[in-house]
């Protein structure tokens, strides 16, 4: 299953930049495609967009720190999808999106020194995203669906210290049992 999540970051990042270069190459930067409106009403639209900074455009301009941090987030994430590989599947897959949306990001800051952003959902004032984006906010909810509702220990698999706590627990025999005991 390891592999198979291995697999799945690649095709997520390569589905993230190929949209970014169709989206580089065919909007201008500030163009707006509407794509879904109903009447008045927008609901979705392209918005070519660049980002020099993290979510909601904080940090701008602190490249540098917005390359290491994720990628040593990325790195713990695929030695914990490592470490994990026999576990559960879902939560493999959602580290992987995390892990390859985390990295999608990181490319265009190390190619770009910004991310181009480009999903616009007009009914509420959010900023723009990219697919790289939604890759880690539904891999981080998987995730945490998975931690708090799913992730249940092994009860076939018992730690040194609650087998020592078991042991510790039994009432010993007293002086008197042992007596009685030894006499039938």
Known sequence: M??????????????????K?????????????????????KLFSLNHVRNSGAAWSIMQ???WFLVGVPLVVCAFGVYYM???????RLQLVSLAMLVAGGLGNLIDRVRLHEVIDYIKFEPVNFPVFNFADICVVVGAIIFAIYLIFLDKPDKKEKTVKETADEDIAEPAETVEEASENSDE
């Open 21 to 41: 270069i169709i989206v580089d190459s065919c909007l201008e930067i500030g163009s707006v495609v509407e794509v879904v409106k109903f009447g008045d009403f």
């Open 61 to 63: 301009g602190k490249t």
């Open 2 to 19: 390891f592999v198979f999540s291995l697999v799945l970051i690649a095709v997520l990042i390569a589905a993230d930049q190929i949209i």
């Open 82 to 88: 490592y470490k994990q590989r026999d576990k559960s």
